[in-house]
């Protein structure tokens, strides 16, 4: 992807609006999903949201079977996999969690991996600003914060590390989203057993099945597609910045949908993880450039 030309703003409005957009129908998404866990379940909402998904890139990108090896597959496997559990982890949590918490966890996952490639010293610190937002989340009532549900949020944290590992490899291997769409349909096979033994005949009901529709396309395809979009105008290390405010705007929409209230410590526990998200996106995209440059 090239930057943005010369004279051109450096993050166009529209392309900005899209990430934002993309973001909100996220956390929507989500709050609907936790609105449906005493019904469905969080497992079988998982189940519902990969299982339309799968659907809706089949239909869309009517991948190949064709043409690739075995490491390939095995690639997809692998990403279908984590794909499973890292939403099954997501929604576990917050079955225990407040939206915004959850989120600001998860975003420990990526941000770890930002902070492993950027430069050593600044990592440091972004790696302490971090930690700093970690504690004052523990500030604002750790014995409020169920103990499981954070593990349950480490580990869907790990798994988004992992995700983007693996949508790498998948990517390479793959025209463009079919890796994606093959790997959409392994994650909602292997949500299947725990979704239906969560769920059991709930998953039949038409209104279940309808709103199980809407959170697959509010938490997956439109923003997926938003994202696809604003990365033809965006710089990635714009973009990425862009997906660090996930925190604040998963707070917002869980006080506005789930009225879930935050203390001002754990609200200053989102900002400080936000800012050091966003500290080692701009470190890493250095280091990466400073990389590539030959030497004199």
């Known amino acids: 992807m090239t930057g943005p030309r010369a004279g051109a703003s450096a993050t166009p409005a529209p392309a900005v609006m899209l990430v934002v957009a993309g973001l909100v129908c996220q956390e929507v998404g989500a709050s609907i999903a936790v609105l449906l866990f005493p019904e469905a379940g969080p497992l079988g909402m998982v189940l519902l949201r990969l299982g339309f998904s ?26 279908g996999f984590v794909l499973a559990a890292m939403n099954g982890l997501f929604y ?13 966890i998860e975003v420990l996952g990526p941000l770890a991996l930002a902070i492993a490639t950027g430069r050593r010293v600044w990592s440091l610190v972004w790696a302490a ?3 700093a937002g970690v504690a004052a989340l523990a500030g604002g009532g750790w014995d409020r914060l169920d103990p499981l549900g954070v593990a349950f949020a480490l580990g ?5 590390a992992l995700y983007i590992l693996s949508s790498a490899r998948v ?18 096979i292997v949500a299947l057993p725990f979704g239906v033994i969560d769920a059991g005949a709930t998953l039949l009901r038409p209104d279940i099945l309808a709103l199980g529709a809407a959170v697959a396309l509010l938490s997956s395809t439109l923003p997926y597609a938003f994202e696809l979009i604003a990365l033809r105008r965006l710089a ?13 705007i998963a707070a917002l929409a869980g006080f506005v949908l789930l009225g879930q209230h935050l203390s001002w410590l754990e609200l200053v526990g989102i900002a400080l993880v936000i800012g050091a998200s966003i500290g080692a996106i701009r470190g890493a995209g250095r280091a990466a450039a400073g990389a590539a440059e030959p030497m004199a």
């Not at 799968?54 to 990403?79: C, K, N, Y």
């Not at 990635?236 to 604040?248: E, G, K, N, T, V």
């Open 156 to 160: 869907a944290a790990a798994m988004w």
């Open 92 to 104: 576990l949590a917050l079955e225990r969690l407040p939206l915004g918490v959850t989120v600001t």
């Open 236 to 248: 990635a290390s714009a973009f990425a910045i862009l997906m660090s405010l996930a925190p604040a």
């Open 171 to 188: 990517g390479a291997a793959f025209a463009k989203l079919d890796g994606l769409a093959w790997a959409m349909v392994v994650g909602a």
């Open 129 to 131: 600003l971090a930690f």
């Open 54 to 79: 799968a659907l809706i890139l089949l239909a869309v990108t009517r991948p190949r079977l064709g043409g690739h090896s075995r490491r390939d597959w095995g690639a997809v496997g692998v990403f």
